[in-house]
């Protein structure tokens, strides 16, 4: 008996298990079944308000490492720019770091976590 079989009945589902779908619902999303707790996180968040930047400084507290997906915010490239230098700011002020990954991604960090830019030549 696989683990997947055993998750399955544990939850009291049928022999049929479609581990993509347990794993994708809701109540999955803050639990971790096959990892013991962890002191930091890699978090995913989407910026879509300014109201995400409380979100951002509870995370960044807690010690959490964030990947940023600014894509739903793009259509507003002036409010962006508000709330990235807004972003800057809280990281310089608590020894975090931010650096822009790719066209919508940026990875910040907590104090004292640095991130390393130049690439291996």
Known sequence: MGIFEKIGKGLGMGKELNIEEYMNTVEMENVDVLHEAADFYVKPIALESENDLNVIQEELKARNIILLNVSPMKRNAA????II?????????????IARIDEDKILLTPG????VKSRKK
């Open 112 to 115: 004292k976590v640095k991130i």
């Open 85 to 97: 230098d807004n972003i800057k700011t809280y990281v310089g002020r608590i020894n975090g770091d």
């Open 79 to 82: 409010k962006l720019k508000m």
